[in-house]
């Protein structure tokens, strides 16, 4: 049976793995964070985060429409202001896909059907990680000389699973390639897919070696 959780549309796409700072002003939001806080078990202080696909996040023009997978996440860090204002930050859990919403509290809730890889190696999956690793690095080396500056370093996940969602989160991509990889049923598909949207990045900043990194790779990572 579908689980019941706090849904949070936003205009991101949170990943499993992947922490995602927060800035709570709205007041339906300050009281889903005043709830998730009563829960006397940390680990049950979960809600969805799911990308907005038209629409905003906050203000008179609010979401008309969000796609329906999304990610479950966990309430990890909690400050609180005088006047009722949160920042906080939350670390994904594993994917979801939301079967229904209801709005009988302050805030979204949605029916959700919980999404898990599956783990267990294969040959299939190790291979797709490497081919990833490589072309990530030639995408890094790439924006690299193009700002001047080594860019997108640091470690990496060993396991393949985390090592996709740290690659989707760290690339230069738009929200919608972002939900593409999210929707991706495996993670041997997922890499792969990563691996070719990195190489049509390196392609596409080899073709036009003039504009800035930034414009050519598009948008950057935002969880704010």
């Not at 078990?41 to 429409?65: C, N, Q």
């Not at 190790?126 to 080396?141: I, N, P, Q, S």
């Not at 070719?196 to 390196?202: A, G, I, K, S, Y």
């Not at 800035?212 to 704010?224: F, I, K, L, M, S």
Request: hydrophobic share 45%; net charge negative.
């Amino acid at each position: 049976m579908p689980d019941l959780l706090p849904l949070f549309p936003l205009n991101v796409v949170a990943f499993p793995g992947m922490s995602v700072p927060l800035h709570i002003f709205e007041e339906r939001y300050r009281a889903m964070v005043r709830d998730l806080l009563a829960h006397p078990d940390p680990a049950g202080r979960l809600f969805g985060i799911v990308a907005i696909r038209e629409g905003y996040e906050v203000g008179s023009h609010e979401t008309k429409s969000m796609y329906r997978t999304g990610c479950v996440v966990q309430l990890s860090t909690v400050e609180e202001y005088d006047d009722g204002r949160f920042d906080i930050a939350a670390v994904g859990r594993h994917r979801m896909r939301v079967m229904g919403t209801e709005a009988s509290a302050p805030y979204l809730r949605a029916e959700v059907e919980h999404l898990l890889d599956d783990a267990t190696p294969s040959v299939d999956t190790a291979r797709a990680a490497a081919r990833a690793l490589a072309a990530f690095g030639d995408y890094r080396e790439m924006v690299s000389a193009l700002r001047g500056d080594e860019v997108m370093s640091g470690g990496l996940p060993r396991d393949p699973e985390l090592l996709s969602y740290a690659l989707a989160a760290t690339a230069s991509l738009t929200l919608r390639e972002r939900q593409q990889l999210l929707e991706s049923p495996t993670t041997a598909e997922r890499l792969a897919l990563l691996r070719r949207m990195m190489l049509q990045e390196v392609r596409a900043m080899r073709a036009v070696p003039s504009l800035p990194a930034t414009e050519v790779a598009r948008t950057g990572w935002n969880p704010n």
